[in-house]
C-alpha cells in the first residue's frame, strides 16, 4: 500500500520561486568584476532567472543542452544556476584554473553549446575557441557599457540578452531525475572526470547541509560563499542560500585578505566557506592590519586538512568556530562535518582540537566504511585504517 499523501518532482526552479516569494526583500549583494558592489534582492533574482529561460529559448536552446559558465561568484553567475536547469537545459561550471588542454576536453566533452564568461576570462577563451567545435556563441556577462571588444565568435552581452525579455515565463515541470548540472573533477588520474548532478539530487543536498546538524543556515543568516561556484557543485551553498531565504554576498574575484574583512565587516556575515588558503590570507591580513571580525560566527573548511594551528588562531583570537568539512565532487559534494558535540565542549580545548582536527561524522544518506585489500569491512574504532568506501 501506498501512502496518500500529495507529490511534486524536486526541481531547482523551485528554490529561486521560494526564495522570492517569503523572502523577496532579502539581499543578494555582489563585489564585481568591475569592482563595485551590485544588490539586489530574491525578487529581481527571481525575475532575472527567468528572463535568462526566456532567452535561451529564443537562442534555440533545447531540453537536455549544455551550457557552459566561466565565472566568478557574481549575481549573474547565480542566475545562471537558476535560469540554465530551471528551464531544462544543464550547467556546466568550467574551471578556469585547469590547464588548458583540460579546458579544452571537458568543454568538448561535456558539447557545451553556449559558454556564460565574465570578462576575465574573454582572452583566455579568445586563445581557445577553434579547438571548441560545439560552442555556437559566447554570452559576455557584463553589460553594454562594459563589453570587451573580442575575436569571440558570436559574442552576446548577457544585459542585452535578458533586456528583451518580459520574465512572464513559466518554470516546466520536469522529471526530478533529470540532469540539473555537471561538474567535472580534476582530482583523478588522466583527464577530468564529469559528474552528473540531478534535480532531487541537488535539493535533498541543500535540505542536509542546511540542518542544524551541518550548516544550520536560515533567512537570518548571512552567508559569504567564497568557495567559487566553479568548484565541486560551490558546496551546494547556491541552492541552500535560496532554500533558507539567507541573506548571500558574493565576492566576485576579491578573494584577497583585505576584501573578504571587508565584506564580512560591510555586510555582517555570520558564515562563510572556503579552502585554507583563503584563510591563510584572510588571517595573515587580520594580524598585520590589526582589524577583527566581530559579526562572523563560523567558517566552513574543507578542500584539504585543515591545520590545527589554523583553527587555534581563529576560535581563540578571533572567536570564529570553524566547521571542518569532507567530501568529493562525487558526493554533490557534502560527506562529512565536523562540529563538537555539547559533551565534546566541556573538554580541555585541546583535546577539543583534537577533535576538531578530524574529518567529522557523514551527513544523513552518507554511508561510508573502510576496508582491507581483500575487501573485508573493518571496524569503525578510529584505529583501522584502509580504503575508503562512499
Request: charged share 20%; proline share 4%; glycine share 8%.
Amino acid at each position: 500500500m501506498f501512502g496518500q499523501m500529495q507529490d511534486s518532482p524536486l526541481l531547482v526552479s523551485q528554490l529561486i520561486e521560494h526564495a522570492a516569494k517569503l523572502y523577496p526583500k532579502q539581499v543578494i549583494a555582489t563585489k564585481t568584476v568591475e569592482g563595485h558592489w551590485h544588490e539586489y534582492t530574491y525578487t529581481d533574482a527571481a525575475l532575472r532567472s527567468r528572463k535568462l529561460a526566456q532567452a535561451l529559448l529564443r537562442l534555440g536552446v533545447k531540453d537536455g543542452d549544455v551550457l557552459g559558465t566561466m565565472a566568478w561568484n557574481t549575481y549573474r553567475h547565480y542566475e545562471c544556476w537558476y535560469g540554465i536547469s530551471g528551464m531544462g537545459a544543464i550547467l556546466h561550471t568550467v574551471n578556469p584554473r585547469l590547464f588548458p588542454e583540460q579546458l579544452d576536453y571537458i568543454i568538448n566533452h561535456a558539447q557545451d553549446q553556449y559558454l556564460f564568461i565574465d570578462t576575465t576570462f574573454v582572452p583566455l577563451l579568445e586563445k581557445l575557441q577553434e579547438k571548441l567545435s560545439h560552442v555556437k556563441g559566447y554570452i559576455i556577462m557584463t553589460d553594454e557599457a562594459h563589453m570587451p571588444e573580442t575575436s569571440l565568435v558570436n559574442a552576446l552581452c548577457y544585459e542585452t540578452l535578458i533586456d528583451q525579455e518580459d520574465g512572464d515565463y513559466a518554470w516546466p515541470i520536469l522529471d526530478e531525475r533529470q540532469a540539473t548540472s555537471i561538474c567535472y573533477t580534476s582530482g583523478t588520474t588522466g583527464n577530468p572526470k564529469g559528474v552528473l548532478y540531478s534535480h532531487r539530487s541537488s535539493i535533498l543536498h541543500s535540505w542536509g547541509i542546511t540542518a542544524k546538524s551541518v550548516a544550520e543556515m536560515d533567512s537570518d543568516t548571512c552567508v559569504l560563499p567564497i568557495v567559487p561556484m566553479f568548484h565541486a557543485n560551490a558546496w551546494g551553498l547556491v541552492y541552500a542560500t535560496a532554500m533558507t531565504g539567507a541573506k548571500v554576498v558574493l565576492p566576485g574575484p576579491h578573494l584577497d585578505g583585505k576584501s573578504v574583512c571587508e565584506m564580512v565587516n560591510q555586510y555582517e556575515v555570520d558564515m562563510t566557506a572556503a579552502v585554507p588558503t583563503v584563510w591563510t590570507m584572510l588571517l595573515q591580513y587580520l594580524e598585520e592590519s590589526g582589524e577583527t571580525l566581530e559579526s562572523l560566527n563560523s567558517v566552513l573548511i574543507g578542500g584539504s586538512a585543515v591545520p590545527r594551528s589554523m583553527i587555534e588562531k581563529f576560535e581563540t583570537v578571533y572567536g570564529v568556530e570553524v566547521w571542518q568539512a569532507w567530501g568529493m565532487t562525487e558526493m554533490s559534494p557534502l560527506g562529512s562535518l565536523n562540529k563538537l558535540s555539547k559533551q565534546d565542549k566541556k573538554l580541555d580545548y585541546q583535546l577539543q582540537l583534537d577533535q576538531k582536527v578530524k574529518q567529522g561524522r557523514p551527513c544523513f544518506g552518507v554511508e561510508m566504511k573502510i576496508v582491507d585489500d581483500n575487501n573485508t569491512t573493518l571496524a569503525n574504532d578510529g584505529v583501522a585504517f584502509g580504503r575508503l568506501m562512499v
